[in-house]
């Protein structure tokens, strides 16, 4: 069974809907506009069916779409570009169509790819940004891990000396993490 996706892209989040092949809404949720959240919907959508078997499509390039962008292509899928205006246009078909919301448009983009996904254009890396793209993707994520690392040992660290301190400071931002280097050392 075929799954088209239709990703609203926003700044801070995308408005992500997967239709089946019927049209029936299997999922509709916001999505933050993260390497980390975009990748866990990928895998929670890639459990839906098997690549070749699923369409996304997204209404915007660039700008805000290009984080999407490059986890979509880094993941293999196969993105096709839904124009806005052609988003504007078909969302008056539908019930309330007159009122813009982003679940709405991204149900439209998922309901377009289903109708006519094969006459959309298909957005696909130049051949030598592909493979500086992948590299520099597996290099992020490789960076965040080791970060997650060090706060983890930070943190287990702190419980072992001042257990309230580790829970009152989030070590996730950068002005506590700051004031603990400078007052933590080693003697």
Not at 14 to 29: D, P
Not at 61 to 66: I, K, L, R, V
Not at 77 to 97: I, Q
């Amino acid at each position: 069974m075929r799954h088209y996706v239709g990703f609203e892209v926003g700044k801070g989040s995308h408005w992500a809907c997967v239709l089946g092949g019927q049209g029936e809404v299997i999922v509709s949720c916001r999505v933050e506009a993260k390497e980390e959240a975009l990748e866990m919907f990928c895998s929670e959508i890639a459990e839906l069916g098997v690549t070749d078997e699923r369409v996304v499509g997204i209404d915007l390039t660039g700008g805000p779409a290009t984080l999407l962008e490059a986890v979509l292509l880094g993941r293999g899928e196969e993105v096709r570009y839904v124009p806005g205006t052609a988003v504007n246009k078909a969302r008056e078909a539908y019930a309330g169509g007159e009122q813009k919301s982003d679940p709405k448009d991204a149900f439209v983009i998922a309901d377009q790819l289903r109708f006519r996904w094969k006459t959309l254009s298909e957005i696909r890396p130049r051949e030598e940004n592909l493979v500086e793209l992948r590299a520099l993707v597996v290099h992020r994520r490789d960076l965040v891990q080791d970060q997650t690392r060090r706060v983890t040992r930070l943190r287990e660290l702190l419980v072992s000396v001042f257990l309230s301190l580790e829970a009152t400071l989030d070590l996730t931002k950068k002005g506590p993490l700051f004031a603990v280097s400078r007052v933590a050392r080693p003697a």
